[in-house]
């Protein structure tokens, strides 16, 4: 059994700052790329930032050079801090992960998401 724990939404005023994180928790042997996505309404679900088990990272173009991704291999944790924030940036972000359990092979795994609203 896997979890992916989200934690550090919450509403903001255009050109502020939040920071994201999520735990993965349970039997987990391995954890290669960890990423955010986030879902605005009426919209479909869109990568905003990844990275490598080894610290390669990639972003949205929408994203770059506002928002910045992190991750603690010790920990088991992805974090996501997002500077200059703007309304357009207003969506559910989820936690997603590629997991190999003791049992199986990698698996993607999504945490329950957690809710950004940026106020203009």
């Known amino acids: 059994q896997v979890q992916l724990v989200e934690s550090g939404g919450g509403l903001v005023q255009a050109g502020g700052s939040l920071r994201l994180s999520c735990a993965a928790s349970g039997s987990i042997a391995s954890i290669g790329t960890m990423g955010w996505y986030r879902q605005a309404p009426g919209k479909q679900r869109e990568l905003v930032a990844d990275?490598?088990?080894?610290?390669?990272?990639n972003y949205a173009d929408s994203v770059k050079g506002r928002f910045t991704i992190s991750r603690d291999n010790a920990r088991n944790t992805v974090h996501l801090q997002m500077n200059s924030l703007k309304p357009e940036d207003t969506a559910v972000y989820y936690c997603n992960a590629l997991i190999r359990t003791y049992a199986s092979v990698y698996s993607d795994y999504w945490g329950q998401g957690t809710q950004v609203t940026v106020s203009s």
């Open positions: 990275i490598t088990r080894g610290g390669s990272t």
